[in-house]
Nanobody
């Protein structure tokens, strides 16, 4: 399974670094996506990183603020989030799947439980 951590309460303009650690299997060869779901809203894909060429994809409203990366030696994918806004408040989860469908999360599996990010002054 995948285990997320790094969430918390941060003021607008602040930063957080989320981690997604693979437990019980190797991340090598798996494309990994980050998703979020705010209360009363649909889950949305926000970023994905390819296992082979390390190419990345981002949802438009996080481009330039969020950076996805991976360290397969540590079995971990990271999401660096800068210049956070109140609208970024959500439960953030990671999962394995094809980056071509990360916008919807279709065909993603090994979902983690999520880590809560709250952006508020």
């Amino acid at each position: 399974r995948l285990v997320e951590s790094g969430g918390g309460l941060v003021q607008p303009g602040g930063s957080l670094r989320l981690s997604c650690v693979a437990s019980g299997f190797s991340l090598e060869g798996y494309h990994i996506g980050w998703f979020r779901q705010a209360p009363g809203k649909e889950r949305e894909g926000i970023s994905c990183i390819n296992a082979n060429d390390l190419s990345t994809n981002y949802k438009d409203d996080v481009k330039g603020r969020f950076t996805i990366s991976r360290d397969d030696a540590k079995n971990t994918v990271f999401l660096q989030m800068d210049n956070l806004k109140p609208d970024d408040t959500a439960l953030y989860s990671c999962a394995a799947g094809p980056c071509g469908t990360f916008y919807s999360g279709t065909y993603f599996f090994r979902w983690g439980q999520g880590t809560q990010v709250t952006v508020s002054s």
